[in-house]
């Protein structure tokens, strides 16, 4: 057997799982830099080493392996390398996976949602480290949506509004998509606006950041009126149970402590404690879940809520 014929191809999920790594290595720069006075996503070009300053070669740089194989330590300092550059390399080839598996044959409907998934990846993990989402990500991709929707009009096969506009409902065509794009921005964006003002009427206070505002916005341009309305109920479930959480362990939290230092603070004196504490939770990593989930699986989404409500 000659060796060309060893080489067997990988399958198309899996060609985009693997490169949805190396895009995951570059999505870890993207929020490694982000707020970091005088750098940006191209500068410098190479990467290093934060504690010593030490540059990367190639081989420090492949995606999971390179982690794996310096033992998650800088070569030159042996500073630790934070196990979240691994994650967002697996995430992101993960996601793409599930874009390559769910999307069906076309490529260009699987392009678009890659690219998405690495958008809200980077919302994700910036929101989480600096309760901010890049206006890059958000305006980007309210900029974005409208273009994709006219050239790649089967994004929003499932949109009843597409579907109406269209000539024929089996073949979305480009006015039906682009207005299921746009109508899913105003509802994404003038929801969470409603929200906003309502909780600084109620409580005195911002209850909605603009960032989770524009976040949604740009998530309804690519998944219609419907699936982010559909979105925010996936993200506000997933949201107030991690906030059930919250509240719990710093309430645990507070209880050791007290009872370490000898003291004997009362449960509810503890819990007001953790409530304010474990208020402070980031929404955008559960408006990104619940983009992503509807992104690809708004269908399956929609039939679990019926079913729940029947």
Partial sequence: MSGTALLLPLPAPAIWAVFGTFVGSFLNVAIHRYGIEGQSVWSPRRSSCPRCGHSLAWYENLPILSWLALRARCRACRAPISWRYP???????ALWWVAATAGGPDSAVIGVRVAVFSGLIV??????????IPDSV???GMALAPVCALLVPALHADSPLARALSDDPSAIGP???LSASLAGMATGGGVLLAVAWLGSRTFGRDAMG???VKLLAAGGGFVGAGGVLLALMVASVLASAAGVANIARFFCLVRSRARARGGRRGAGAALRIARLAGRYLPFGPYLATGIGITLVYWNDVLTLVLRGRG
């Fill in 87 to 93: 994650l967002v390399e697996a995430l992101t080839g």
């Fill in 123 to 132: 919302a994700t993990f910036v929101d989480l480290d600096c309760f901010e």
């Fill in 138 to 140: 958000s305006l980007g």
């Fill in 175 to 177: 006015l039906g998509a």
């Fill in 210 to 212: 603009l960032g989770d």
